[in-house]
């Protein structure tokens, strides 16, 4: 009997573990049409619409991914034949070419988790390396890269990862961040006025 008990878990660990994240609790495509066999407009946009809403449920996707697009794309994609959420949704979130990267999202999450290893990191304060800077690069480099090819996969993000980082690590990276700074800070300079005073 445990060995029953033990091999039901065992095949349930393995059926969840073979669910993608972004599939875990969508709703049959089937389920839209309402029972009658016909896949309506109407059904098709409140099919999109949970895909939305799904995509915003999870952490990753929610931040990586422009919710929006991705169901835009979807809805898209479920003009022709009926074909399971989970094979369009698959082909968006690994194709380069789906242009719904959110770079500003990714941009500030990535300097949250930069700023929170590195910030009271002595070993960089000692090479001269300042942590907001080399952070604001990591970030908005992860944020680029991740937004010209965006793709649902964890080796691929490790390897945007640690390559922007390598990079905003060099000498090059950060005095053009620097440079990035300094004009910043002489745009948002307000001029004075010189008022002559009066003879009176």
Same mark, same amino acid.
């Given at each position: ?15 969840? &573990? ?29 099919? !999109? ?65 930069? &700023? ?26 992860? !944020?680029?890269?991740?937004? !010209? ?14 390559? !922007? ?36």
């Amino acid at each position: 009997m445990k060995n029953i008990i033990f091999l039901m878990a065992f095949f349930m660990i393995v059926m969840l &573990m073979a669910v993608p994240a972004y599939a875990v609790g969508v709703k049959d495509s089937y389920y839209y049409m309402k029972d009658d066999g016909i896949f309506s407009e109407a059904e098709k946009d409140e099919e !999109a619409i949970y895909i939305y809403q799904q995509c915003k449920l999870n952490a990753i996707i929610g931040t990586y991914f422009d919710c929006g697009c991705i169901a835009g794309t979807f809805r898209m994609q479920r003009e022709g034949d009926l074909v399971p959420q989970d094979t369009i949704l698959q082909d968006i979130y690994h194709d380069e070419n789906s242009q719904c990267g959110n770079p500003a999202a990714i941009a500030g999450e990535e300097f949250g988790y930069c &700023m929170e290893s590195y910030q009271s990191d002595t070993n960089l304060a000692r090479r001269g390396i300042n942590a907001p800077q080399m952070c604001t690069c990591y970030a908005n480099e992860v !944020a680029t890269r991740f937004s !010209a090819k965006p793709k649902m996969n964890t080796k691929y993000m490790s390897s945007i990862k640690s390559s !922007a980082m390598i990079y905003c690590r060099s000498p090059k990276a950060l005095q053009a961040e620097r440079d990035k700074q300094i004009a910043k800070d002489a745009d948002t300079i307000v001029p004075t006025l010189n008022i002559p005073e009066s003879s009176n």
